[in-house]
């Protein structure tokens, strides 16, 4: 797959441990990947490969598919990332966010949407707005995050999983988005 490359040789980092003491949650390690020849780097939870050709063509019938497409080794969470052009350019990240809400909204009128949050990494990850979708009639939830990992671009990662793991899911894409980079001309 163009752009993506999973770093298997570093260690991953446990962000939940099932073993422990009254935990009800299932262990969580997580990978560090890179997409997009190390533009983007992000960490996921282990077992998310690329999707197959025929799972991709289910998923996803329409001609423009997300560039990466990925699932976690039970088939039932779905990753997607695309690197798109940013007609704005402004910086704008929460405003970015916000259009994009307005357009999923038209297109998918029948799904209920939270408010679109900005969360600004204190660290050296990139600032995002995200917003959550109930999809009812797949029983499914769905987070979408926006990036601007540089000028004139615009990263929208999709998460979708069971709506009754949702608990668990919301707080691993929390873990996910704050561990979102870009990497420019050389330097995380």
């Not at 570093?10 to 020849?37: N, R």
């Not at 983007?40 to 423009?64: D, H, N, T, V, W």
């Not at 259009?99 to 204190?122: M, N």
């Not at 540089?150 to 999983?161: F, Q, S």
């Amino acid at each position: 797959m163009d752009g993506l490359k999973g770093n298997r040789e570093m260690s991953g980092k446990l962000i939940y441990d099932g073993g422990a003491e009254e935990c009800e949650q299932d262990t969580v390690l997580t990978e560090p990947w890179e997409f997009w020849d190390g533009k983007i780097l992000m960490e996921l939870p282990s077992g998310f490969a690329e999707m197959e050709e025929e799972r991709k063509a289910a998923y996803f019938p329409y001609g423009k598919r997300p560039e990466i497409m990925m699932e976690d080794r039970e088939e039932d969470v779905r990753l997607t990332l695309q690197l798109l052009e940013n007609g704005k350019g402004n910086g704008d990240v929460y405003g970015t966010a916000m259009e994009v809400g307005r357009l999923v909204k038209e297109t998918f009128p029948q799904y209920g949407q939270s408010v679109v949050h900005l969360a600004e990494d204190g660290g050296s990850g990139l600032p995002c707005g995200w917003f959550l979708l109930n999809m009812k009639d797949i029983r499914s939830e769905h987070m979408k995050a926006v990036f601007l990992p540089e000028d004139g671009k615009l990263l929208l990662l999709t998460v979708t999983y069971p709506k009754g793991t949702c608990v668990k899911w919301r707080e691993v894409c929390g873990y996910i988005r704050r561990s979102v980079r870009a990497r420019t001309e050389g330097r995380k």
